[in-house]
Nanobody, 124 residues
Framework: QVQLVESGGGLVQAGDSLRLSCAAPRRTTMWYTMGWFRQAPGKEREIVAVISRSGPVAYNEAAVKGRFPISKDDAKSTVYLQMNRLEPEDTAVYFC?????????????????WGQGTQVTVSS
């Protein structure tokens, strides 16, 4: 099992920026595909962005709308989600997850390792 710990969530106002971090065991981001997901109350969990060992590979454009670049620091074994121009519709619990490379990176079932999530609340 891969232990993942998210941080950086909080209560912000519409238009603000926030950066989420996901700390992983050493070298995890060099070997696994990493994804950010979110789940709002009463809604299905949805993918936000995916980054492979080589770099970003996918974004959920309906959710991100060009605002949330994903990045990583292999030396720190940490993946980031920079969230800009936040809207109330972005309010959700945000999760990071790890999948074996070669699995469909945009499918939630490909991810066997999940963090506990961090709450992001955006007020208008």
């Amino acid at each position: 099992q891969v232990q993942l710990v998210e941080s950086g969530g909080g209560l912000v106002q519409a238009g603000d920026s926030l950066r989420l971090s996901c700390a992983a065991p050493r070298r995890t981001t060099m070997w696994y595909t990493m994804g950010w997901f979110r789940q709002a109350p009463g809604k299905e969990r949805e993918i936000v962005a995916v980054i492979s060992r080589s770099g970003p590979v996918a974004y959920n454009e309906a959710a991100v709308k060009g605002r949330f670049p994903i990045s990583k620091d292999d030396a720190k074994s940490t993946v980031y989600l920079q969230m800009n121009r936040l809207e109330p519709e972005d309010t959700a619990v945000y999760f990071c997850a790890a999948a074996q490379p070669g699995t469909p990176s945009q499918e939630a079932t490909s991810y066997q390792n999940w963090g506990q999530g961090t709450q992001v609340t955006v007020s208008s």
